[in-house]
């Protein structure tokens, strides 16, 4: 019995040295220390044995017993060891070279832009006002002065939602205006940025398109006011302290009188060339771009909404917020900023 556990010794001894893995020795650990493993039987079979043998003969299987139970303890930490040598030598990192950023994006050159202006017109003391993409007609036409069969509907060329009576994508921002004088009295100092929708689709023009809307109502508002107010919106967002601003009489429905509002040459300083007397192409050489629309708000709007217009008068501005970035970033199609091409996208 004596050397039948010897042997097992030197067995497993010699059998856990040439293990290569922690798989192999949980094997052998089953196989000579398991419950049905080699060891027990010899445990079992004790009981046959006389009391002197049971001694020696058990004692000798119980130190043989825990000897490999170490060894196997000891051969288990050492394949570990192994494994982290393993991972040191392929998986080593030098923490002394520089790393590498990980690429972060950032929001839309537009969504920029009309934080910059809402910061403008806080300055001024305008708050934001909102109002819905898809729009009722009695708020983007009726309310504005254009009721059904005005001529000046075909002004704009617009999206009406199929199988929805009298709604279509708002065609400029100036509904807001009225949903906001609806809900309050004078005076008002407004701003309502956003999308805005129309039939146009060229380099310049898009079916979907940004604009801003200005309005501000109070008593004695007059021109002046709303000169003031754009000629140091646009010497601000063009970050040119010598712009400066013209109106020329238009005709939109909703103020009178209306205006197109122009700015000199923010490229050309309204030289019409750049200083080095190369022609700017940006202005076409007459130092005037044309920016948007303007005017006195039409005492029937103010009427429209419940306001006294022998005591209230206003102004209202509506701008397109695309082509001021294009003017100021020098951008030269629309398209650019809807296709997510990260090589324009990531300049700004
Ligand atoms: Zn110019």
Redesign the pocket.
Known sequence: MKSRIESLKSQALTALKAAKSEAEVRDLEVKYLGRNGAFNEIMKSLKDLSDDEKRTVGKLANETKSELETAILKKYSELEMAAFDVIAEKEWIDVTVPGVKPSVGHRHLISKFIDDLEVVFGRMGFAVAEGPDIEQEHYNFNQLNMPEDHPSRDMQDTFWVKNLKRVALRSQTSPVQIRYMEAHEPPVRIISMGKTFRRDNDATHSPMFHQIEGLMVDTDISIANLKAVLTHFLQQVFEDPSIKTRFRTSYFPFVEPGMEVDCT?P??HGE?KLSDGVP?K??KQC?WLEIGGAGMVHPKVLENVGYDSKKYTGFAFGFGIDRMIMIKYRINHLRLFFENDLRFITQF
Do not use: T
Request: proline residues 0%.
């Open positions: 040459c490229i050309c019409g700017c940006l202005c130092g």
